[in-house]
Structure formats: structure tokens, C-alpha cells
Nanobody, 125 residues
Framework: QVQLVESGGGLVQAGGSLRLSCVVS????????MGWFRQAPGKGREFVAV????????SYAVSVKGRFTIARDNAKNTVYLQMNSLKPEDTAIYYC??????????????????WGQGTQVTVSS
């Protein structure tokens, strides 16, 4: 069974940075397209970023493009989300997500095969 475990969330002031990590276990991360989603209080889960298994392609939500960077290290079975210039509206629970690579990209919650448990990110103004 594949497990995804996130870490790195916390409280930060607006304009600050955080780096989230997601460790994949049970199977090699190279078998998956990996992504990040987030869910703010009272809102649905939304796409943040995706990276293909060989890091050839990345894609971002418009709201985070230019501020967030997704990366992966398959040797460590780990995916990262570097978040810079954080804003209060980035406050949410951030979830790591995986999809079997052969199925294609990962931009909707319905695309996801596996979810992590989530990590809270809070940005104060």
C-alpha cells in the first residue's frame, strides 16, 4: 500500500517562506505523477502544483505561479513544495497527492489515486 507523509507546515508571516516535503513509501515515487492540493476552511480542495515522474513537466495554479516551486528527488522518494512570498490567502491544509504515471497529469482531486494526511500552513497578515 502506498503511503504519503507530508511535513514542513507551520505558521509564517506574510511575505515569508516555507518548504513542504512529502515522502512516498510502499512503492517508488518514480511510478507516480505527484502533486500538491490545498483546502482552506469552508472551501473545496484545489489544485496547487504538479510534477511528472521525471520532472520534465511542471504546472501551477494561477494563484501560486511565480511564488511556488514543485520539485522531486526520486532517489529519496520525496516531493517538495517551496512556497515563497506567502500571502494570508495561502492559508490552508496542504495535501500531497499521487497518480499512477501512465494515467497522465494530476490537476483535479478526482485524478488522485493516493492522498497524504495533510499539513497545516497558516500565513498571518
Amino acid at each position: 500500500q502506498v503511503q504519503l507523509v507530508e511535513s514542513g507546515g507551520g505558521l509564517v508571516q506574510a511575505g515569508g517562506s516555507l518548504r513542504l516535503s512529502c515522502v512516498v513509501s510502499g512503492r517508488a515515487s518514480k511510478d507516480y505523477t505527484m502533486g500538491w492540493f490545498r483546502q482552506a476552511p469552508g472551501k473545496g480542495r484545489e489544485f496547487v502544483a504538479v510534477i511528472t515522474r521525471s520532472s520534465v513537466t511542471t504546472s501551477y495554479a494561477v494563484s501560486v505561479k511565480g511564488r511556488f516551486t514543485i520539485a522531486r528527488d526520486n532517489a529519496k522518494n520525496t516531493v517538495y513544495l517551496q512556497m515563497n512570498s506567502l500571502k494570508p490567502e495561502d492559508t490552508a491544509i496542504y495535501y500531497c497527492a499521487a497518480r499512477e504515471w501512465i494515467l497522465g497529469l494530476l490537476t483535479s482531486p478526482t485524478d488522485v489515486n493516493y492522498w497524504g494526511q495533510g499539513t497545516q500552513v497558516t500565513v498571518s497578515s
